[in-house]
């Protein structure tokens, strides 16, 4: 048995029959069809933010941003600085050093999400986040100069910034109601994150008593006599903080412009701008004034039930996606996001590997711990499985899934090679599909376009011109997430798709360019970003 075996190769091909220029380009189209009458039609999908412009780049300030992902929370102080003054251009090439000289951080601090918040009462996750920001300012306060006032260093109010990677529905800046979360996230019911981030963090703006009664009085240096209260200026998704965060760090050259925002973590997400006649007529009514917008930012929610139809039509889920769907949290609901996103990449290498292997020995032949549901994490897989050598791997699964039977070895040469075949191949359709769905986005909102058969040239969008004499206009995906980040050649297998399919699908395209760039800390820096532009957009 091993991965030459033609048997498993047959197998195998159910997982990588969509990887070719043909089927992406397919489905890149379809993703777009599907994308334009979501838009128009769906109530679920493509909601509206109130963010109605993007950030000039000389925004200005200091606020505390929090970041509430599907695994860690993350609270620290942003300062914006604005231009640096020199008046000169930066290419998205720069971007990436450009925060440290345009955004200073400080007091960063990062918890994970353990599963009994996610489970508990609603009250009792944010209770917990109210305490985390309490714990981040309290840092600040002891960190500065005695000298400087005790009664209220940050001022009687304190600008907060939230980027929360969950659905919501919004209409304006500064409040927010939280859709039923997914990610493992028990909460279902619709909550008003204001008042809930709020009544989290209130009780830590009781005057302390002589014995610091609230657990926050007691500090390094100095005797603090009340925390500041928050005012929440910005309530962002994750997809829609890492576009504005880059955005904000790139003052674009003039071919060059931030065209969508991208998120592969634990889960993914999209945002990109669209015309206001492109959306279901009653999500502009929620708009505070529509008359004066014709483009709003759009978080796409594009793995929501339904953004799936093109993977239906085309054959391109496995029986292993159907199962793990089946035995999700929430059957169903997210099912674009259960094929390519952090949190389940482990679990679809897991299922299949314990098929295949189960045909031809038995499940009784599988260590028990493998039986388990999640039992493969995707973090193993990118830092263990994609990583190590075949003797360190090896005694890593020896040592994490061992064998039952203690005379023989579970884990033979063979099978090593096959989950790390799995694994390899989970990760290229993961990154093939993200490429096509982004491809598809860019279509819909019509900054690259896809010929469809029987379809007139489009000269006006550049078929036919000579483009050799035009520079490319630079689209930017900027992006965010551990997936895309950390697991050794997704980025570069994203990327090369994504290049090869923009050149496929039309002539037209020849004068475009579509390249993914870090927003790194995005979630964090763009929360920070919209808080800023609050006076413009709120």
Same mark, same amino acid.
């Given at each position: 048995?091993?991965?030459?075996?033609?048997?498993? =190769?047959?197998?195998?091909?159910?997982?990588?029959?969509?990887?070719?220029?043909?089927?992406?380009?397919?489905?890149?189209?379809?993703?777009?069809?599907?994308?334009?009458?979501?838009?128009?039609?769906?109530?679920?999908?493509?909601?509206?933010?109130? @963010?109605?412009? &993007?950030? %000039?780049?000389?925004?200005?300030?200091?606020?505390?941003?929090?970041?509430?992902?599907?695994?860690?929370?993350?609270?620290?102080?942003?300062? &914006?600085?604005?231009?640096?003054?020199?008046?000169?251009?930066?290419?998205?090439?720069?971007?990436? /050093?450009?925060?440290?000289?345009?955004?200073?951080?400080?007091?960063?601090?990062?918890?994970?999400?353990?599963?009994?918040?996610?489970?508990?009462?609603? +009250?009792?996750?944010?209770?917990?986040?109210?305490?985390?920001?309490?714990?981040?300012?309290?840092?600040?306060?002891?960190? &500065?100069?005695? %000298? +400087?006032?005790?009664?209220?260093?940050?001022?009687?109010?304190?600008?907060?910034?939230?980027?929360?990677?969950?659905?919501?529905?919004?209409?304006?800046?500064?409040?927010?109601?939280?859709?039923?979360?997914?990610?493992?996230?028990?909460?279902?019911?619709?909550?008003?994150?204001?008042?809930?981030?709020?009544?989290?963090?209130?009780?830590?703006?009781?005057?302390?008593?002589?014995?610091?009664?609230?657990?926050?009085?007691?500090? =390094?240096?100095?005797?603090?006599?009340?925390?500041?209260?928050?005012?929440?200026?910005?309530?962002?998704?994750?997809?829609?903080?890492?576009?504005?965060?880059?955005?904000?760090?790139?003052?674009?050259?003039?071919?060059?412009?931030?065209?969508?925002?991208?998120?592969?973590?634990?889960?993914?997400?999209?945002?990109?701008?669209?015309?206001?006649?492109?959306?279901?007529?009653? /999500?502009?009514?929620?708009?505070?004034?529509?008359?004066?917008?014709?483009?709003? @930012?759009?978080?796409?929610?594009?793995?929501?039930?339904?953004?799936?139809?093109?993977?239906?039509?085309?054959?391109? /889920?496995?029986?292993?996606?159907?199962?793990?769907?089946?035995?999700?949290?929430?059957?169903?609901?997210?099912?674009?996001?259960?094929?390519?996103?952090?949190?389940?990449?482990?679990?679809?290498?897991?299922?299949?590997?314990?098929?295949? @292997?189960?045909?031809?020995?038995?499940?009784?032949?599988?260590?028990?711990?493998?039986?388990?549901?999640?039992?493969?994490?995707?973090?193993?897989?990118?830092?263990?499985?994609?990583?190590?050598?075949?003797?360190?791997?090896?005694?890593?699964?020896?040592?994490?899934?061992?064998?039952?039977?203690?005379?023989?070895?579970?884990?033979?040469?063979?099978?090593?090679?096959?989950?790390?075949?799995?694994?390899?191949?989970?990760?290229?359709?993961?990154?093939?599909?993200?490429?096509?769905?982004?491809?598809?986005?860019?279509?819909?909102?019509?900054?690259?376009?896809?010929?469809?058969?029987?379809?007139?040239?489009?000269? =006006?969008?550049?078929?036919?011109?000579?483009?050799?004499?035009?520079?490319?206009?630079?689209?930017?995906?900027?992006?965010?997430?551990?997936?895309?980040?950390?697991?050794?050649?997704?980025?570069?297998?994203?990327?090369?798709?994504?290049?090869? &399919?923009? =050149?496929?699908?039309?002539?037209?395209?020849?004068?475009?360019? @579509?390249?993914?760039? +870090?927003?790194?800390?995005?979630?964090?820096?763009?929360?920070?970003?919209?808080?800023?532009?609050?006076?413009?957009?709120?």
């Amino acid at each position: 048995m091993g991965v030459k075996d033609s048997s498993l =190769k047959k197998e195998l091909s159910a997982l990588t029959d969509c990887i070719n220029e043909t089927t992406l380009l397919d489905l890149a189209a379809r993703f777009s069809d599907t994308y334009r009458h979501l838009a128009k039609c769906s109530i679920e999908h493509f909601l509206v933010t109130p @963010v109605t412009a &993007l950030p %000039s780049g000389k925004e200005k300030g200091r606020f505390l941003s929090i970041d509430v992902g599907g695994t860690n929370l993350r609270v620290g102080f942003i300062e &914006l600085l604005g231009e640096l003054g020199n008046g000169t251009s930066t290419s998205p090439a720069e971007a990436p /050093k450009l925060p440290m000289s345009k955004i200073r951080r400080s007091h960063d601090r990062a918890w994970p999400i353990e599963e009994h918040l996610k489970m508990d009462q609603a +009250e009792d996750l944010f209770a917990w986040i109210g305490d985390c920001i309490a714990e981040v300012i309290l840092d600040y306060l002891n960190d &500065l100069p005695v %000298s +400087e006032s005790v009664e209220s260093p940050l001022g009687e109010e304190l600008l907060l910034g939230i980027t929360f990677s969950f659905p919501m529905a919004q209409t304006c800046l500064s409040e927010a109601t939280l859709l039923p979360m997914g990610k493992g996230f028990a909460i279902t019911s619709d909550l008003d994150l204001k008042k809930m981030l709020l009544a989290g963090y209130a009780r830590h703006l009781v005057e302390p008593g002589a014995s610091g009664e609230n657990g926050y009085a007691s500090n =390094k240096k100095r005797r603090i006599s009340r925390l500041p209260r928050i005012r929440i200026a910005a309530i962002t998704n994750d997809t829609v903080a890492t576009f504005a965060s880059l955005a904000y760090a790139v003052k674009a050259a003039p071919n060059s412009r931030v065209a969508m925002g991208l998120i592969v973590g634990t889960g993914t997400n999209a945002t990109v701008p669209m015309k206001i006649g492109d959306l279901h007529p009653s /999500k502009i009514k929620e708009l505070a004034n529509p008359e004066g917008v014709e483009m709003i @930012v759009i978080n796409t929610e594009w793995t929501i039930r339904g953004t799936d139809k093109p993977l239906i039509d085309l054959n391109i /889920k496995t029986k292993w996606d159907l199962e793990l769907d089946r035995n999700s949290e929430a059957p169903g609901f997210q099912p674009f996001e259960y094929m390519t996103a952090g949190r389940y990449l482990g679990e679809i290498v897991r299922l299949t590997f314990v098929d295949l @292997v189960s045909q031809e020995f038995g499940q009784d032949t599988i260590p028990p711990s493998l039986m388990a549901k999640n039992a493969i994490p995707t973090r193993f897989l990118s830092e263990i499985v994609a990583r190590a050598d075949d003797e360190t791997l090896t005694a890593q699964l020896k040592k994490r899934y061992a064998s039952t039977n203690s005379t023989t070895t579970f884990w033979t040469p063979a099978r090593v090679d096959l989950i790390i075949e799995i694994a390899y191949i989970v990760q290229q359709r993961s990154s093939a599909l993200i490429a096509a769905a982004c491809v598809g986005l860019l279509d819909c909102v019509h900054d690259i376009r896809i010929d469809r058969l029987g379809q007139t040239p489009d000269v =006006k969008n550049g078929n036919g011109v000579n483009h050799k004499e035009v520079e490319p206009e630079e689209l930017v995906v900027a992006y965010a997430g551990g997936t895309i980040s950390q697991y050794p050649e997704w980025l570069g297998t994203c990327q090369r798709w994504i290049n090869t &399919l923009v =050149k496929r699908a039309s002539s037209a395209n020849s004068s475009k360019r @579509v390249v993914l760039k +870090e927003a790194l800390d995005g979630g964090v820096i763009g929360a920070g970003v919209l808080a800023g532009m609050t006076d413009g957009i709120a």
